[in-house]
């Protein structure tokens, strides 16, 4: 699949399904296009990275909200900002590698010098209001479903743009997993079948929807033919 069929299947994707669930039909999308983990991954082995962080991100008012001043903040692998509101924030060279912000309202807000590679911003609201001078994107899906590459070029110390060595992070919630060279999934996910039959995908098998906190406020214990149609129960899907 090359990048403009990915382009449409992505806008599909985004117009024909309820929010919340296409949202995470579009990881599952990103994760076979490009290769990458959505936010709920659990890596392996990062302490190297982390102290790397601390130093390029120095930030520690880092809960973000609306009007805060979140500046120089590491939101890597996070899911807070999906459908937060932060509009009118500073969020000026906060590190969002592979952050999913899905429908976030950054209107208003400084996102110069900010890291977007390989985040997720479908349906996030930019706009004409927003810094984002010497913001880096590369691999960066768009509120439109289109996927920007134009910093892939511009990688810096602290922002990166190539994909982290083979066998250092383990494979995430909805990410691809199994012996196509995918990877194993994280601990306390199962690579089970998906929609497609001979696509696999790391999904977590639950009871409740306490299970599926620890990946997100998001998810639910629930049956979703969709999403993650197991034979062994419910699992954690979309609200």
């Keep these: 699949m090359d990048r403009r069929q990915f382009d449409g299947l992505a806008r599909l994707v985004s117009a024909n399904l309820p929010q919340s669930r296409r949202r995470a039909l579009a ?3 990103g994760a076979v296009v490009l290769g990458r983990a959505p936010a709920a991954s659990l890596a392996k082995g990062r302490g190297k990275v982390k102290a790397q962080a601390k130093t390029c991100y120095p930030g520690t008012q880092c809960s973000p909200g609306r009007g805060k001043n979140n500046s120089g903040c590491d ?3 996070s899911t807070t900002f999906i ?3 932060v509009r009118g924030s500073n969020l000026s060279n906060a590190n969002f590698t592979d952050t999913d912000a899905w ?3 950054f209107r208003g807000a ?4 900010a890291c977007f590679v390989n985040a997720t911003l479908l349906d996030a609201k930019l706009g004409n209001s927003v810094n984002l ?3 880096i994107f590369c691999h960066t899906i768009m509120p439109d479903g289109s996927i920007d590459d134009s ?7 602290c922002c990166p743009t190539a994909p982290p060595p083979q066998g250092d992070t383990c494979r995430g919630l909805f990410n691809l997993c199994g012996p196509l060279s995918f990877g194993e999934c994280c601990e306390g996910l199962t690579c089970e079948r998906t929609i497609a039959q001979v696509v696999t995908a790391c999904e977590k098998v639950c009871q409740t929807d306490a299970d599926c906190r620890p990946f997100s406020t998001h998810l639910k214990c629930d049956f979703d033919p969709l999403i993650c149609p197991v034979s062994v129960g419910k699992c954690c899907t979309p609200k």
């Design 151 to 157: 910093g892939c070029d511009k990688a810096t110390a």
């Design 27 to 29: 990881a599952l999308v």
């Design 75 to 77: 939101f890597s692998n």
């Design 110 to 113: 400084n996102l110069s010098g």
């Design 83 to 85: 459908e937060q509101d």
């Design 133 to 135: 001078d010497k913001a």
């Design 103 to 105: 429908g976030a309202d």
